[in-house]
Structure formats: structure tokens, C-alpha cells
């Protein structure tokens, strides 16, 4: 990092030694993972500068922004509004859950079988070792999962959290349920902020995230070219960041990557070898800082070039319309694109298989990777419609934690998969 955070990371109260070591274990792990990729785009160097400062630079932004009045909105799921925070004047960060070294804080408290997401979020703020959350006015939660719903409770004894409802089904009454709570957040939104939601400041917000969504579009597009001129590695690193970077600088930066990405695709320059499986990851998001299955598939000879995920197309495969008048015309507009979000936690879901099944035809999969995060009840039953209704490719389920002690066996069976799809290819 360019300067000493340490003084900053105190006021914030974070337990400073434990965060230490983890700011070491990633600055050990990221570059042989990362910066040491061969025939890397060059445009990767703005993201590894990201991630240099992953607890500094961006949470003194943070912190700025809220010594000349902002707020700072903490989020976890895809269905809260970015717009309508941004559109107040706040910003929207989601928040770290994908590591396991802040599970052991959590298991204090929470119950071991439970999802490693939950477990390590509620174990950062616990442990006092995410610069991030305790930069946050409130931690908006959502009725997703039975484990983050019942978590946000526990949270909320030691933090400020304010927990949306989330429909379970979608059909009209799920629509006016939460058109409801979308003006319900609003007007907590606003008494936080102090400013009113008006069609001219929605506007310019909803452009924003709309900017970001098209570059993180452009970006996966690009990846559906043979050779792959990206690695999925990089690609999801990119899509994580997405959810704490400013939003301008950062779809500067995608697109000024996908600009070199273009260039490599026009000289035939890839990051994999030529005829090396395409694979697509489907199922549970991957948080930051978990890159666990994209090293293995990666480093077993296969190149991921797309991931079905809330970290990946669901996040920014629709945009906002920007066509409206009114608030309540905007609102109306924003329930409707969140809800087309294709999360296991509705049911039924069957439009998430449908999903699955364009993306092997657009992205030209070879395979399809299944993931699920341990005790992630909605997608590892949801892995069983996927797998019936996957009939084109191999398919294959996983179910794994953030730990490193099941890596040995999940990479003998992505050697064996990836093995096998050569043999068909
Ligand atoms: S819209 S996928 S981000 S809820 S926490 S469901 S991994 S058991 S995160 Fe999610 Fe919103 Fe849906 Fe997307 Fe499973 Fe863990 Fe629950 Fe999880």
C-alpha cells in the first residue's frame, strides 16, 4: 500500500495485529494466483492496483465522503437498489464474505453448519477485522436465505441493520410486495441521508450503475471468443471488485480493458491454450477474496469464460430502463428489474435453468461446473434440475467451503471432468 493505513484502521477500531495477518495471507496468495498469469492483458494492472489497496485507498474514499456528511450502505445481495443509495447522495459497498479466515470468530456464535458466506461476513464484523463494514451507517439485509435472514438478526445486535423483504415468489402480489418495501427502504434511505429521491437524481444514478453494468457486459462478451483473451480468474476478480470501486473509475478501467481485450481478439492472443475446455460456472456466489475453484479448474488445463452467479451475469445482465418521469414510475421500473433476478432462494426458480442453458450456447461451453457452497440449501437442490435439464455438455456438481482441505480432492475431479471433455472435443 502507498501510504501506512494503520491510523485510520485504529479509529476504525479494528482489532489491528489479526488484520495484519490477514492483510499478509493476501498479499501471499495474490500473486501467484494473479500478477503471475502468463500473457496477462496489461489492463489487469489497474485491478491489481485495487486490490493493493483493498483495505486502505477505497475506505478512506469512504471515509471521506462521510466527514463531509455521506453515508455508507453495507450490502450482501444483489435485490438492494444501488440506485436509490446513490441517488441520496450515499454509497453502496458490498461488503467481504469469502474468506474463511474470520469463520472461527463466527462460529463462537453462529452455528458451524451453516454457509461460509454467512459465517464469514458475520465473523469480519465480530473479529473486527473488515475496515469496510465499520465504515458503514447501516448494513442493509434482505429475507433471502433462512441462514442470512436469521444472521441479520444477530447482526443487528451489534451493528445497524435494516433487513428488506424479499418475495419468494414471482407473480403480481410478490411484484406489489415489493414494490412496497422498495418504498419502504426509500423513505428509511432518505431519513438516513437527510435528501429526497427525485426523478432528476434517480436519473443520473441509475446511469451510473447502468455504466457499470455495460462495461461488465462488454467485459463478458469478449470472453465468448475462442481463444479466450481473459482468464475466468481475472474476469471474476473484476466482477467482485465491481461491488466496492467507485463506480465511474471503475467502468473507465473495464472499459479501457475491454478496448485491449478487443485488440487481442483481432491478433488471435488468449490466455489458455488452443482447444483448452471452456467451462461455465453456475450456482452460489463467490465472494471476494474466494478465487478457490476458478485456481482449480484453471490450473487443471480448463479456462472458465463465464459464471452464473450473483458475482457474474445475474449482476449485470439487465440494465435499468432510464425512461421515466417520476419517482413512482422509476420505483415501479426498479421493482421490475430486480425481480428478474434469477436467485435459487424463489421458487420456482426455472428460469435460472433456462439461463444456465443460453449461456452454454453463447459462451460455446464445453462443461458445466455446479457450485454450491456448503449448507447452501437453494442451490444444491437447485444443482438437481440443473443437471437434467444440462444434457448438451458434462455437467458436474460441486459442493465445497472457503478451506483448503478439500483442494487435493476437488482438483482430481476437475482433472478427471476436464479430461474426459477432451476426450469428446
Ligand atoms: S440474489 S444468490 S446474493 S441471496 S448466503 S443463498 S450462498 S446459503 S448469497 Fe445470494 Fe442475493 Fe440470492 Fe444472489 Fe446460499 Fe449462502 Fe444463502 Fe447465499
Not at 476504525?12 to 501467484?32: M, T, V, W
Not at 469464460?305 to 419517482?327: A, K, M, P, T, Y
Request: hydrophobic letters at 40%; charged letters at 25%.
Amino acid at each position: 500500500m502507498a501510504e501506512d493505513y494503520h491510523q485510520m484502521w485504529a479509529d476504525l477500531g479494528l482489532a489491528l495485529e489479526k488484520h495484519d495477518q490477514l492483510l499478509s495471507i493476501l498479499n501471499e496468495f495474490y500473486p501467484p494466483l494473479f500478477i503471475q498469469q502468463p500473457n496477462r492483458p496489461a489492463g489487469m494492472g489497474y485491478f491489481d492496483f485495487v486490490i493493493s489497496e483493498v483495505h486502505g485507498l477505497r475506505v478512506k474514499e469512504l471515509l471521506d465522503h462521510k466527514a463531509k456528511g455521506g453515508k455508507v450502505f453495507g450490502t450482501f445481495c444483489l435485490y438492494v437498489p444501488d440506485e436509490i443509495i446513490t441517488a441520496l447522495g450515499g454509497i453502496p459497498v458490498g461488503l467481504c464474505a469469502g474468506t474463511d479466515f474470520s469463520i472461527p470468530d463466527a462460529e463462537a456464535t453462529l452455528p458451524r453448519n451453516l454457509c461460509p458466506l454467512i459465517k464469514s461476513f458475520y465473523g469480519f464484523k465480530v473479529g473486527k477485522v473488515c475496515p469496510y463494514i465499520e465504515a458503514t451507517d447501516l448494513v442493509i439485509g434482505e429475507t433471502t436465505c433462512d441462514g442470512k435472514k436469521k444472521s441479520y438478526e444477530v447482526l443487528s445486535e451489534i451493528h445497524p441493520t435494516y433487513v428488506m423483504e424479499i418475495p419468494q415468489k414471482k407473480n403480481d402480489d410478490s411484484f406489489k410486495l415489493w414494490k412496497a418495501e422498495i418504498a419502504k427502504f426509500v423513505q428509511k434511505a432518505e431519513g438516513l441521508t437527510g435528501k429526497k429521491l427525485t426523478a432528476q437524481n434517480l436519473k443520473s444514478a441509475i446511469q451510473a450503475h447502468n455504466g457499470k453494468r455495460k462495461a461488465l457486459q462488454k467485459l463478458n462478451a469478449l470472453r465468448w471468443a475462442k481463444p479466450a483473451p481473459i482468464s475466468g480468474k481475472d474476469s471474476l476478480l473484476i466482477s467482485q471488485i465491481a461491488f466496492y470501486d467507485d463506480p465511474v473509475r471503475f467502468t473507465q478501467m473495464t472499459n479501457k480493458l475491454c478496448d485491449e481485450l478487443q485488440d487481442r481478439i483481432k491478433q488471435g492472443i488468449g490466455v489458455a491454450e488452443k482447444g483448452s475446455p471452456r467451462i461455465l460456472i453456475s450456482g452460489s456466489p463467490m465472494a471476494i477474496p474466494n478465487w478457490k475453484l476458478h485456481s482449480i479448474i484453471e490450473g487443471s488445463g480448463a479456462v472458465v469464460v463465464g459464471e452464473e452467479s450473483c458475482v457474474g451475469e445475474r449482476n449485470h445482465r439487465d440494465l435499468l430502463d432510464e425512461n421515466f418521469s417520476s419517482v413512482d414510475e422509476a420505483l415501479e421500473k426498479i421493482a421490475s428489474r430486480y425481480l428478474g433476478i434469477n436467485c435459487a432462494c424463489f421458487t420456482p426458480n426455472n428460469e435460472r435453468i433456462e439461463d444456465i442453458k443460453s449461456l452454454v450456447e453463447s459462451l460455446h461451453a464445453n462443461g458445466v461446473i455446479h457450485y454450491s457452497l456448503q449448507f447452501c440449501t437453494p442451490y444444491m437442490i437447485e444443482a438437481y434440475k440443473a443437471e437434467r435439464a444440462i444434457t448438451d455438455v458434462p455437467f458436474m456438481r460441486i459442493e465445497t467451503d472457503y478451506s483448503m482441505e478439500d483442494v487435493g480432492q476437488l482438483k482430481s475431479r476437475a482433472e478427471a471432468f476436464i479430461e474426459m471433455i477432451k476426450g469428446m472435443t
